[in-house]
């Protein structure tokens, strides 16, 4: 584990510019360290045990103390499994939070039926959503019940709401889930769903665009 010595300034980017040149402000290295540290449910000493940098280096980084060296930098992004880029992301001039919001009430969703699978669409007056979430009835009880697999861009986030199911998937071996039980997978492998409980499973999918 290494000690101060391996910081010094200046910091490897300390202001973020614009294409035209103009000023924006410093970048908050520190405060973009402590989040991803936080998002990964790092304390100090785990991501100090990570990156190979001390405690109370990590803490001064965090708190715009000190600044790190590139040797530094490349530290915290192989121990910590990011890029360089995403340390040093610029802070985005005018985002504003867009106001969307849609209300989907208990049996409101819209209905899309299948031949296997019952579907409701939520938040369905939203357009050009980046996620379609919908709950889903599985009348399939069979893997033979569909005639190929199901495939579609995107990345799949399924909860089971009730009763159980076993999750078909190209690449691996069926997987049961019950009530409470989720997986996140890519939508582009062949997969489908078959009820295993004695009434037909619930299940809630997010699909990403």
Known sequence: MSD???LSKPSVLEVARQDDGEFVEPLKLG???K????ANNLTLEEASRLTGLARSTLSKIENELISPTF???QKLTAGLGIDIPQLFVPPEV???ANSRRDVTRAGEGKPHPTTTYEHELLANDISQ???VPFKCTVRARSFEDFDDWVRHEGEEFLLVLSGSVDVYTEY???VHLSEGDSMYYDARMGHCLVSTSESDAMVLWVTTR
């Not at 989040?35 to 936080?38: K, V």
């Open 94 to 96: 005018g985002v504003q």
């Open 129 to 131: 959503k980046k996620m």
């Open 71 to 73: 040797q530094a930098v």
């Open 4 to 6: 101060d010595s391996t």
């Open 35 to 38: 989040s991803i540290r936080l």
């Open 172 to 174: 691996y071996e069926p």
């Open 31 to 33: 405060k973009r360290l």
